[in-house]
Each structure stands twice: as structure tokens, then as C-alpha cells.
């Protein structure tokens, strides 16, 4: 078929009447979105594989530790090792329960030294009543003391077990008077003074 027209004014008019510009800024805001998906998507790249150098040196210095740890482990000192432990505890645990018993005994012997002891402070020094007169019917000291103490005389003995101070209450006349006793005079002597001074 032949054209009226030449064909390159017609493919020149046929251009004109395409209005392609929108189309080329289009196309270029897609050549800058992919560019910026491609930078993006680089930068991930390289930080996905940093982190994956990363845990890769991570997982050898485990893997290097774990061979060490499983080379110097030995299954049969691990096991004695256990059973050594085992051994001291149930030992310790025995001790502690022989303690906690020998506690409670020691316990329960304080209880009855303390009402002992409790006993002895209400009898006081010289002992209950039963355990004085005992003692009164057999020491003749004893008896001349307390006679003594009725007449309000208190004697008092040096180391070498004499008499070598009385001491004289007069209830009556509210006197109290200190004799120091020497051998040198008889005891009829300090008998009359005593009575005297009486």
C-alpha cells in the first residue's frame, strides 16, 4: 500500500500526538525508587553480614571452649567426685544431727542444774533445816557458836583455827563493843569481862 504522505513526517506527526513526558517522569521516580530500594537493601546485605561474622566468631570461640571443657572432663573423677561429696554430706549431715541430740540433752541437764541451783539458794549457805541440825548435833564448834550468837557474841578465827576477836552486842544498853583475846590472859578472865560487859 502506498502512502500519501512521507512515512517519516507521519511516524514524526504520530510522535507529536503522544504525550510521553508524564511517562518519562514516571519512569523516573521508579529509576530513583529503585535505586533507593537497591541502596537499602545493600546496606542490609552488609549489615546482615556483619552480624553473621559476628555470631560466626562467637560460635567458634563456644565450639573451641566446649572442645576444651569436654577434652579436660573426665566422667569417671566427675562420678568418684560426686560420691566423695555425697559421703561428706550425709557425714555432715550425722554430725549435725549427734549435736542437735547432745544439745537437747545438755538442755534438759542446765533445766535441772538451774532447779538445783534454785533449791540451794532458798536453803542458803549453811543448807535446809535438817542438814544445820545435823550438823549442830555433831560439831561441839558449832553448838558454842551458836550459844554465843544467843548472848550476842560473835567470834572471830584467824588461820590457825583461835579465837582472836569478839565482838559484843548490849541489846539493852545499844553498845557494841570489839575484844581483841590474847593468850596471855585466862579464859576465866574474858569469861567475867564478857558477862560484865553484857
Known sequence: MLLDE???????????NFNIHPDKIAIGRIHESLSTLQQARDLRIREAE??????????TTLSSHHSETLSSHNSVDHASQI?????????????????????????QELEA???????????????DEAAKARREIGDPTILKLKVYRSLG???????????????????????????????KFSRFFYANYFWQTM
Do not use: M
Not at 553473621?52 to 562467637?58: A, C, W
Not at 554430706?89 to 542437735?100: N, V
Open 113 to 127: 542444774l538451774k532447779g538445783r541451783l534454785q533449791d540451794l539458794e532458798i536453803q542458803g549457805v549453811e543448807g
Open 83 to 107: 560420691v566423695e561429696l555425697d559421703t561428706q554430706k550425709f557425714r555432715i549431715a550425722k554430725t549435725a544431727s549427734d549435736l542437735e541430740i547432745e544439745g537437747e540433752r545438755l538442755e
Open 6 to 16: 512521507d512515512p517519516a513526517t507521519l511516524i514524526h506527526h504520530t510522535i507529536g
Open 153 to 183: 557474841i560473835d567470834v572471830e578465827v584467824d588461820n590457825g583455827g583461835n579465837y582472836n576477836k569478839a565482838i559484843i552486842r548490849n541489846k539493852l544498853k545499844g553498845d557494841v563493843h570489839v575484844v581483841n583475846i590474847d593468850p
Open 50 to 59: 556483619g552480624a553473621l561474622k559476628k555470631l560466626s566468631r562467637n560460635l
